[in-house]
């Protein structure tokens, strides 16, 4: 089964700062690596799809990269309302995979 | 465009319950729909998926086969079927369309509490 692995798992940041989230996955997966967000008690939102394709409606200063095995998502310019969790997935094979996810704080 | 999740419960180790998921300004029966659950505390699990003609269903192997997924044109709705619930099936059950255009989820509804205990 394919495992995916984020990281880190928390991280703390300031207003303005610019962090980088990993997540890697034990096969390759092409481009089939997509983004979200979650606030605490919220369903999750939709960020990045297609390892690097910006979601209508997503701010700009969220951007994903990478191909294979290896992505990031980069945030850049830190807002308050960014703090929340993040999590990839793949969509590669038809049983949905997440990764444990990375709590980002202030 | 929206999901409403309604029927969470609590329900006893052992039982059965049914979750729906209701759509208003989509019709469901154009896309692939998808169960997802999370746990108090823990992150997101992938429950289910149901295509969009209902010809496909696929479940996480870990659920060892206590779950269904059916679709109900009718209410453009879809509902997920859970039989000899555990303690660990306790969550927020959450019903997600999937994009058209590429498989990510792009809609989520607001999710549905199951708490299973005696």
């Known amino acids: 089964d394919i495992q995916l692995t984020q990281s880190p798992s928390s991280l703390a940041a300031s207003v303005g700062d610019r962090v980088t989230i990993t997540c890697r996955t034990s096969?390759?997966?092409?481009?089939?690596l997509n983004w979200f967000q979650q606030k605490p008690g919220e369903a999750p939102k939709l960020l990045i799809y297609?390892?690097?394709s910006l979601q209508m409606g997503v701010p700009s200063r969220f951007s994903g990269s990478g191909s294979g095995t290896d992505f990031t998502l980069t945030i850049s310019n830190l807002q308050p309302e960014d703090f929340a969790t993040y999590y990839c997935?793949?969509?590669?094979?038809?049983?949905?995979?997440f990764g444990q996810g990375t709590r980002l704080e202030i | 465009e929206q999901l409403v999740e309604s029927g969470g419960s609590l329900v006893r180790p052992g039982g059965s319950l049914r979750v729906s998921c209701a759509a208003s300004?989509?019709?469901?029966?154009?896309?692939?729909i998808h169960w997802v659950r999370q746990s108090p505390g823990k992150g997101l699990e992938w429950v289910s998926l149901?295509?969009?003609?209902?010809?496909?269903?696929v479940f996480a192997e870990s659920l060892q086969g206590r779950f269904t997924i059916s679709r109900d044109p009718s209410r453009n709705g879809v509902s997920l079927h859970m039989n000899s619930l555990r303690i660990e099936d306790t969550a927020v059950y959450y019903c997600?369309?999937?994009?058209?255009?590429?498989?990510?989820?792009?809609?989520w509804g607001q999710g549905t509490l199951v708490i299973v205990s005696s």
């Open positions: 997600a369309r999937e994009a058209s255009a590429w498989p990510a989820i792009d809609l």
């Open positions: 997935q793949q969509s590669y094979y038809t049983a949905i995979i």
């Open positions: 149901i295509s969009w003609n209902g010809d496909s269903t």
């Open positions: 297609a390892a690097s």
């Open positions: 300004g989509l019709r469901l029966q154009d896309y692939n």
């Open positions: 096969q390759s997966i092409s481009n089939y």
